[in-house]
């Protein structure tokens, strides 16, 4: 597809289990971002991949976070015994670095821990 | 540490009107600042960016000023549109192309 592509677009899941996100970006893009907002809030900053780049991962709120971007094109964002606190909605964007980085975002996928 | 804040919550204004957004920043060392447009359900979309060397810059409908003194972002639109409605966010960004976003502004427009 055209633009960035993100699934499930919805998934529920018992508190306790582990859930995999997966966003696949534009063709092309090597910037690429994960985001969390929860109902009515802002974007709350999880992790950043950059070409070969390590990748910062200092919004990542605890150890039960992961990501990873296997050949520099789709990420999974891995949440590990999920807690009622995950529930929100997890973006993905990418983009094309270089001093200005116009990110193109995903429609998101809705995660609820019940 | 890093943030973007906004000063109202939410604003409604009349149809047809002029709208203005506001925004307040901390880092003073970011390269740039965005405003992104959210529609329910769906993801932020990229309406125009601003440089730190700049401090006005236009698009259409919309322009967006920048004032380093007071470390201050504004996002104007003109003449107001039903479709204007949504969620505006600012959000800045650096030298490593990180971007971080504020907590966001919801436009309501009157009939």
């Known amino acids: 597809g055209a633009g960035v592509s993100q699934s499930p677009s919805n998934k529920v899941t018992e508190k306790g289990k582990d859930v995999e996100l997966r966003c696949d970006p534009i063709?092309?893009?090597?910037?690429l971002y994960w985001y969390r907002q929860s109902l009515g809030q802002g974007l709350e900053f999880l992790i950043y991949?950059?070409?070969?780049?390590?990748?910062?991962k200092s919004g990542l709120p605890s150890d039960r976070f992961s990501a990873e971007r296997t050949g520099g094109s789709v990420s999974t964002l891995t949440i590990q015994r999920t807690q009622q606190e995950d529930s929100a909605v997890y973006l993905c964007?990418?983009?094309?670095?270089?001093?200005?980085?116009?990110?193109?975002f995903g429609q998101g996928t809705r995660l609820t821990v019940v | 540490g890093e943030s973007v804040g906004l000063h109202l919550p939410t604003l409604s204004v009349q149809e047809g009107d002029n709208s203005i957004i506001n925004c307040a920043y901390s880092?003073?060392?970011?390269?740039?600042f965005i405003w992104y447009k959210q529609e329910s359900g769906k993801g932020p979309q990229f309406i125009i960016d601003i440089r730190s060397n700049m401090d006005k810059r236009q698009g259409q409908r919309v322009t967006v000023l920048l004032n380093k003194t007071v470390k201050h972002l504004s996002l104007q639109i003109a003449a107001t549109q039903p479709g204007d409605s949504a969620v505006y966010f600012c959000?800045?960004?650096?030298?490593?192309?990180?971007?971080?976003f504020g907590k966001g502004t919801r436009l309501h427009i009157l009939p």
């Open positions: 991949f950059q070409g070969n780049s390590a990748p910062d």
């Open positions: 063709s092309g893009h090597t910037a």
């Open positions: 959000a800045e960004g650096g030298r490593d192309d990180k971007i971080i």
């Open positions: 880092n003073s060392a970011s390269d740039y």
């Open positions: 964007a990418s983009g094309h670095p270089g001093g200005r980085t116009e990110a193109f």
